[in-house]
């Protein structure tokens, strides 16, 4: 019999609660995918390289007019210049741009931290090349940073902390003090940044997004990985990428070239012409703002709890402490099979779970979606 490589996993939180919504024809609240349509205009792009002929393998970094276009626009949007011949790789997803930063510098017995409640990939990802998990609580109810905290759970087998920001489950968008706090911890140590920013244009109520490339001292030591699926609400295209400085960058590669050597080629090029509307990803947080504020009017009439509106990504936490006491994996079950609404619990984002009966709802969905959400929640 074989010998799992992760036996404390099981099928991910988001493909149980999908097919739980799907078996009971409920409104999927907890898989972050919008159900509105991508741009026409990027699909044009697509289809045109596709006509052209730019169907075989693209060079294994990525076409590089979509690299320079990506290091056109970080330059515009946080004064970073970033070479796109060694500096950028496209990457078959987010998630597998993160898992490959990891896999670069993570050995057996190497620890690494990360701040929970966090994306369900991490820890795996951690695990299968070897590495001891250091998990630090984020402070509910905003899910900030606990800095002590995180100097405590330092050592000298520290050699790699998972940032990320806005937050995923929970909305929480890093300050320039938590990056600048981040630097003088640091400072003088040999520890890697990876740093999730897929939800970069996605910050609400005027905050900024803090990039980990604007601090040169931590820039030096990370990978910061990105998606296009949050920017051009095509999920399903799984095109991400990252970008971290060249010495990285060429250790980077020799992992990425033997996971997937290369990515969508027509894709790629239909990107690259698209990116140059910039309308696009700069009215990204003021549409989606839009949605967070729309969902949080309609749930004014129900017994969820609101403890702190998101301040970026798709997602909204609320409690369910006025409903019921189950745990918060049943009651999403319940809130499934009983009302016909699927959300995520929390607690599905800590490695030993934490139940502190939140749940996670997905607001990037359109306006009829939420209002029957809503209509079905507020009624319980």
């Given amino acids: 019999m074989i010998q799992s490589k992760l036996p404390a996993a099981g099928t ?12 009971h024809q409920a409104i999927n609240l907890s898989q972050g995918f919008p159900d509105f349509e991508m741009p026409q205009e990027l ?5 045109e390289a596709m006509l052209r002929g730019q169907n075989q393998y693209a060079p294994m970094p990525g076409l590089l007019p979509l690299r320079e276009m990506l290091a056109q626009k970080v330059h515009e949007l946080y004064g970073v210049s970033v070479n796109p011949d060694t500096e950028i790789t496209i990457a078959p997803g987010g998630t597998l741009a993160i898992y490959t930063a990891i896999t670069t510098v993570v050995r057996p017995g190497d620890e690494v931290i990360v701040l929970e409640p966090a994306y369900d990939s991490y820890i795996p990802n951690i695990e299968l090349n070897g590495g001891k998990v250091i998990t630090v609580p984020l402070q509910t109810p905003d899910y900030s940073v606990n800095w002590p905290l995180v100097a405590q759970s330092i050592t000298p087998r520290t050699r790699l902390i998972i940032i990320n920001t806005p937050h995923n489950p929970c909305g929480y968008v890093w300050t320039r ?6 630097d003088q911890l640091l400072a003088g140590k040999d520890i890697y940044v990876v740093s999730d920013e897929v939800y970069e244009h996605l910050t609400f109520d005027n905050r900024r997004h803090e990039t980990i ?9 990370a990978f910061a990985c990105y998606s296009f699926g949050k920017v051009f609400n095509n999920t399903g295209w799984k095109m991400g990428y990252c970008i971290a400085p060249e010495p990285l960058m060429k250790e980077y590669r020799k992992v990425h070239q033997f ?3 290369s990515c969508n080629t027509p894709v790629q090029a239909g990107m690259a012409a698209f ?13 989606m703002q839009e949605k967070r504020n729309y969902f949080l009017d309609l749930m004014k009439g129900s017994r969820f709890t609101l403890h702190q509106p998101s301040n970026g990504s798709y997602f909204q936490v609320m409690g369910y402490e ?4 189950q745990s918060d994996l049943d009651f999403a079950r319940w809130l499934t099979e009983a009302h016909q609404v699927a959300t995520i619990p929390v607690s ?3 490695q030993q779970p934490k139940d502190d009966h939140m749940i996670r709802f997905c607001f990037a969905k359109k306006n009829e979606t939420l209002e029957q959400a809503a209509e079905r929640l507020i009624k319980v």
Avoid: G
């Avoid at 699909?43 to 289809?47: G, L, M």
């Avoid at 490339?213 to 030591?221: A, V």
């Fill in 259 to 261: 996971l997937c050597f």
């Fill in 275 to 287: 990116l140059h509307n910039k309308d696009h990803y700069l009215q990204l947080s003021a549409f």
């Fill in 12 to 23: 991910t939180i988001f493909t149980v609660m999908s097919s739980l919504a799907q078996q």
């Fill in 177 to 182: 003090e938590d990056m600048q706090q981040l």
């Fill in 348 to 350: 599905a984002f800590y």
């Fill in 43 to 47: 699909i044009a792009h697509v289809n």
């Fill in 213 to 221: 490339l604007s601090w040169p001292n931590l820039r030096s030591r």
């Fill in 322 to 325: 006025q409903i019921s006491q």
